[in-house]
Each structure stands twice: as C-alpha cells, then as structure tokens.
C-alpha cells in the first residue's frame, strides 16, 4: 500500500479542519458578546461615542441582530434616527425572526411623525417569532392611535398589551388613564 494517502489520516486532517473553524467562530462570538456587554454597560452610562466603537467591534468580531439592534438604540439616543433606522434593517437581514428591530423601526419613525410607516413595522414586530418584551408593539401602536384621536383603537392595543404582559404597571397604568378617559 502507498503510505502517502491514508484515507483515516486525512479524515482526521477534514475533520480537525472543521474542528479549528468551529472554535475560531466560537471565539469570535465569545469576543463578540464580551464587546457588547461592554458596549452595553457605556451606553447605560451615557458614554454614547464609546458605545458606539465597541458595538462596532462586536459586530466585526462576529454580526448579531442584537449587536446591529443595539447599535441603532444608541444612535437614536443622539437623534440619529437614519442611521439608527438602518441598523435595524441590517439586524433583520441576520435574523428576520428577532422582534425588537422591527418594533425600534416602527419607534424611530413614531418619532419622526411617519405613523402610517410605524404602524406597519409594529405589525411585523407582533408577528415576529422572538421578540421579548412582546408587549411594546402594542404600546407604541396604542401611543399611534392616541395620538391621532383613535381612542378606540387605541384601547384595543392597550388591552392587547396588559393581555400579553399582564405583570407590566405601565401598561395597566396607561391602559386605566384611557379607560378613565372614556368613561
């Protein structure tokens, strides 16, 4: 026999090769959630600029809906609502069935005055697969419908969110001040 191919030597080369790309991604995510902790902890601290860098990082050592959704979070709190509107697009190109980026879509246009653009991102965030707190999409749809005299539609969101969440106090809260609205 030719010793130069030995077929169970080079299965363990292909498999030691998976092997070393399964630990480098694994490493790339650990570095990636240890970035977006701390990315995390500054941007609760208000160092907004430091969160930023470091949410960058994170999502270069490894892109997560989380990191991407995030991001976006941070620069809405600088009022950089296109940029944060496009983060969010980018976290639903990784993940589509992570709720949160649809509900800030919808957020961010609130924000702007585009209700009938945010109405139909708070739809998609309702529908979508993961999504924690689940309750929020209903908030802001209610918040829409408030806001333009629909006090209806309104209660019917505010109803659904209490439905969901009902251990939430600000959601039984705004829900009661509608309820005394229209008594």
């Given at each position: 026999?030719?010793?130069r191919y030995?077929?169970?030597?080079?299965?363990?080369?292909?498999?030691?090769?998976?092997?070393?790309?399964?630990f480098d991604a694994d490493d790339r995510m650990m570095n990636a959630q240890e970035l977006f902790q701390q990315a995390y902890e500054l941007q609760m601290e208000g160092q907004f600029e430091q969160a930023i860098d470091l949410y960058k990082q994170s999502i270069e050592a490894y892109p997560t809906a989380q990191a991407h959704t995030f991001l976006g979070w941070t620069y809405s709190f600088q009022e950089r609502l296109d940029e944060a509107i496009?983060?969010?697009h980018r976290a639903i190109e990784v993940d589509p069935d992570?709720?949160?980026?649809?509900?800030?879509?919808g957020?961010?246009?609130m924000?702007?005055?585009r209700f009938d653009e945010a109405l139909s991102w708070l739809e998609k965030a309702k529908q979508a697969p993961r999504?924690?707190?689940r309750h929020f999409p209903y908030l802001n749809t209610g918040r829409i419908y408030m806001a333009r005299g629909e006090w209806l539609k309104a209660l019917k969101e505010f109803e659904k969110a209490?439905?969901?969440m009902p251990n939430d106090p600000g959601a039984r809260q705004v829900l009661a001040e509608l309820r005394g609205r229209l008594n």
């Open positions: 026999m030719d010793d030995d077929d169970d030597r080079f299965d363990e080369d292909e498999r030691s090769g998976h092997e070393e790309n399964r496009e983060e969010c992570f709720g949160n980026p649809y509900n800030d879509i957020v961010y246009l924000q702007k005055g999504y924690e707190p209490v439905e969901v």
